[in-house]
């Protein structure tokens, strides 16, 4: 594996302002993502995971720039995002594409198969209709649909055909970085493991880098490389799949894992189970943000706010419980 | 048989819907029970019928353009079908209630929660106001809810989806119903909030000694919660056994494509099985085994003849000519 960084994120804030009166006066924010850092190496699979609400998909907005960022340092590339004119941004995201979680709400329905996939390619300057027909043929054999559906329209497809399209929109002008929020949450089993694999091969194929965004564990043990634990808007945990599954260390990470229910009723286990919902983003507690449903929260939890720290070579936590 | 008594009994169960002028199966002869205290599950993917069979029990299927064309379903003995409307009505919320995947579009958004647990004790009990008023803060409890009195006269919206799904269990569960039908009542919740809610029907049918129809598509979900396990495949069912049964020694091709294709999360695994293709439309194959486009163990005969189901052993029924003794 490459071992260059492809993105990093530093410090990423972004807050959303609660308006109030005539005026419109900003009396408070959203912290929807408050004081995120991150990276991701060419080649490589990183999973964000959360509960809703937890900032995880706004993340995946900041980092291609669909929604306004506050704070913080975004480099894809080596370039500072943040730096770059309107039309140099426009330019660095034809690397960078993203694939939705609903297929159903994600491709316009007036549109042929054709005309989305080529939409982009308009956008981005390929002009020849000869190439881009092309291309667009060639997209299709490489997600495993029929040349012929080219001419029909999103209504005609199942989930997983439409999810096919959406990966296929997103590859077309061959990106290097591909931001995956839940694109296999709304399909059934037998589909979601057919778009699963899809998504394997295509990353070997194309030297594909992934954020994968998503609330289910299991599949994300099964694609992912690296792990990245949310709550609140802020990050608890990351580290290498094997030691996120093999050996959490923030009490929220254990928590999220006992919740995965079990694969076979002969391994019954015991389970913590959290007591009440995530809290309002708008208020957040003072100290750590899982505070109030931590099984193992202590004084310093209630006003100070915990850091990530190094625990090993491949995991950062950010707990109070492994103060030195 | 064994001493328990079945509370739910359904026989060949037909269910057409008319679409483009004609009439097409969507539920195809399908047969199985609950037993009282028992819980069931009823697994498959969207489209197998699941769905419109419990809707069914509850006499919900919209008509036209809906029917249901042959079969019965025995409740305690007693054909539902040959209810009236009117003696529907005193079935469902207070024998058989449901809950339902969306807790946000379940509820009604311009009644306040009390108000509406309160409708259907009142609808069904001898109560007066008061007397449902505490009943109604007994069953928020129940279900564990902080604050019940403030939430009793709270809006819907000023709830969070775990909580809004718990104030339809306590509305199914208000009347003591014999049966509760779930459909799918955590897909739509976080893990954190999905085990809190299973944990909670656990308690809630140790205490009551409710019988539970469990309808999902999450195999992990089944393994937590259920008995006994029907697998549904485009309208029939193709296996029924118990609960280890399915998950250590399954016998149909497509319950054994479906367990392959969860990822696991104890375990890493390089590659997924996949069933190829995709769940066949309604009424689109004319005949032979419905499942025979997407299997691996494909015969000849299985393009021709229709399987009927075959018994395993005591309590376990597959629908497929691997199993056919000649």
Redesign the interface.
Known sequence: MAESTLLDVKNLKIYFPIKKGIIKKKITYVKAVDNVSFSIKEGETLGLVGESGCGKSTTGRGITQLVPVTEGEITFGGENLAALKKSDLRERRKNMQMVFQDPYASLNPRLTVQDILAEPLKAHGVTNKKERTERINKMLDVVGLNRNYAYRYAHEFSGGQRQRIGIARALILNPKLIIADEPVAALDVSIQAQVLNLLKDLQKEFDLTYLFISHDLSVVRHLCDRVAVMYLGRMAETGSTEKIFENPLHPYTQTLLSAIPISNPRDKKERVILKGDVPSPVDPPKGCAFVGRCPKAFDRCHHDRPQLQRMNEEQEVACHLYDE | MTMTKNILDIKDLTINFKSDGKEISVVDGISFHIKAGETLGVVG??GCGKSVTSLSIMGLIPSPPGRVAGGTIEFEGKNLLDFKEKDMRKVRGNDISMIFQEPMTSLNPVFTIGKQINEVLLLHNDMNQTEARNRSIEMLKLVGI?RPEQIYSNYPYQL????RQRVMIAIGLACQPKLLIADEPTTAL???????I??LMQDLKEKTDTSIMFIT?????V??MCDRVVVMYSGQVVEETD??TL??DPKHPYTL??L???????E??E??????G??PQAGTVEKGCRFADRCDKVMDRCREEDPPLFQMKQGHQCRCWLYAED
């Open positions: 993917e969207s902080p969070s989806g775990g909580m976080d893990v954190t909030i999905q085990a809190q299973l944990n598509h999450d195999l992990g979900v393994a937590e609960v280890d998950f250590n494509g479906l392959g294709s969860i990822p696991k999360a104890t890493k695994i590659r997924l099985y996949s069933i190829r995709q769940v």
